[in-house]
Every structure is written in C-alpha cells, then in structure tokens.
C-alpha cells in the first residue's frame, strides 16, 4: 500500500454545456455537455496547479479529469454521467491497486519529484496517521 494518500469530498455537481468554461480564466471549454463536480482539495492542500487538464481523480468508483485551473481550496472535475453524491470521497492519489491515480502518475504530469510533490502537500491539508 502507499505511504501517503491525498483525499477530497465532493461539495456537489452540475451541467455543464458544451462550449461553456469552468475555473478560472475559463481555460477549459466542455467538448461536449457533461456534469462537473466541485471538489475540495486545491493548491493550498497540495493538488498542484499544473495538474489541472492533465490529471484524474478517483470519484464515485472510477476516474475523472480534473479540468480547468486548480484553485486554492478547490478544484472542478469532468464527472460525466457518474453518479457523485455530495460528500462522496475523492482520491487524488493513493493505491493503484484500488484504481486510484498513483503518485508516479503526478511526478510524469507535473515534472517534480516524488518528495516535492508529498512536501507541497500543505499544512492546511487534515493529516491522519494510519498504522
């Protein structure tokens, strides 16, 4: 198992048509009409910025692309037609084996290392130690 996991919830869904931009600067336009989750979790708790368009999430039993720019607090993930709860656990990393995205897979998007990448996971992330 991983060392170290990352996690967020789900604060909850819409639609988003095709053509309309999310996030800021609206970097990212829907290709299609789709259902977007905002999810907590941004570069304050250590979801690097550049991720934004180049990672998934693990939500509602499957992973989803995290689109557009990553907020401080938040970012917005293309859910499609998955059924996402609000509250529903998000994984940004942890064990590949249960489908989550693996740390390697944001050291290959974002360039950094594998410590860079655990370090920015910052002090107003909620840290558990699990044995």
Do not use: N
């Not at 998934?56 to 709860?85: K, Q, S, Y």
């Amino acid at each position: 198992p991983p060392v170290m996991s990352l996690h967020g919830r789900a604060l909850g869904t819409k639609p988003l048509l095709r053509g309309e931009g999310v996030s800021y600067g609206y970097t990212h336009r829907a290709a299609r009409d789709t259902r977007v989750a905002l999810v907590t979790g941004g570069y304050a708790q250590g979801v690097v910025r550049s991720l934004g368009d180049r990672a998934d999430v693990w939500i509602g039993g499957g992973r989803h692309r995290i689109v557009g720019r990553v907020a401080m607090d938040v970012c917005v993930v293309d859910v499609d037609d998955a059924d996402i709860t609000r509250g529903a656990e998000a994984v940004f990393f942890g064990d590949p084996r249960s489908g989550h995205p693996s740390l390697r897979e944001w050291v290959d998007a974002t360039g950094f290392t594998a410590g860079e990448i655990v370090a920015v996971v910052g002090a107003r992330a909620e840290r558990q130690v699990v044995s």
